[in-house]
């Protein structure tokens, strides 16, 4: 499909009938894990699960990855820093609008622009008063905090809104070692399926979380708000498609 038409999707996705194939393709079963119509420069080229590949792929597309920041390989663990893009990015693109980042000196140990907007937006106070500890790697928990703060900033910024929801880490046999600062975050992503068990009564709240992980946990919570129920405002409709930037992202 791709193949015959794929030159003819790539660029500027204006009209319909370019927005209809996007969406068609996105409808297609998980045998055709990337066969979508992608822009040049943000298809993934890096090892990543077979598993992971579609949500990749679109987060990508979606403008929630910064390709350059995430290395060659994303089976990797991700760092704080890596994530901290990841949760700043999709902030943005779902507000529309870039975070003011704090000011320079905020941390010892990184200014990178992604950690100061992380902290700006209260997705991340950092490991310390004055260290953002870039280079450490997250827990599944940690991971799950900093998508919930991204995604309380969208609803503080926004007029997105998100389901009532039941927490239901009690199903889990290991949800005693959920952290009391990540038990409502974790609680919010697990019930709107946004960060499932590794199995029926496990959900590993201190595992390591890979850059796929991240990826994938990060673009599914780009439709949390169509979860449960869809409560937006008409300038934020979301039926398939977001406009960033004057460019057409397609998702599904």
């Avoid at 990178?112 to 260290?131: F, H, Q």
């Avoid at 949800?175 to 009564?201: C, E, H, Q, Y």
């Amino acid at each position: 499909m791709c193949g015959n038409i794929h030159n003819d999707v790539l660029g500027p996705s204006e009209g319909t009938a370019e927005e209809q194939f996007a969406l068609e393709l996105s409808s297609l079963k998980e045998d055709y894990p990337v066969a979508f119509a992608v822009r040049n420069e943000r298809y993934v080229t890096a090892n990543m699960s077979s598993w992971a590949q579609n949500d990749v792929q679109w987060a990508s597309q979606n403008g929630i990855l910064d390709l350059s920041l995430l290395g060659n390989d994303y089976t990797k663990p991700i760092t704080r820093l890596q994530f901290a893009s990841i949760a700043v990015k999709l902030a943005e693109v779902l507000t529309d609008k870039a975070i003011a980042p704090a000011e320079a000196g905020t941390f010892t140990d990184t200014d990178n622009a992604y950690a100061l907007k992380a902290y700006a937006s209260g997705i991340t106070s950092g490991v310390s008063a004055t260290e953002f500890n870039p280079n450490g790697t997250l827990t599944r928990q940690q991971m799950a905090t900093f998508i919930h703060r991204a995604l309380m900033y969208v609803r503080d910024n926004t007029n997105i809104r998100y389901t009532i929801y039941t927490p239901e880490l009690g199903k889990y046999s290991d949800n005693w070692a959920i952290a009391d600062w990540a038990r409502t975050p974790m609680g919010f992503m697990n019930a709107l399926g946004l960060v499932k068990g590794v199995s029926d009564t496990a959900i590993d709240p201190d595992g390591k979380c890979t850059i796929e992980q991240a990826a994938v946990v990060a673009n599914r919570s780009v439709n949390a708000d169509q979860i449960g129920w869809y409560q937006s405002n008409a300038a934020s409709s979301k039926s398939g498609a977001i406009t960033l930037n004057n460019e057409h992202f397609f998702f599904h």
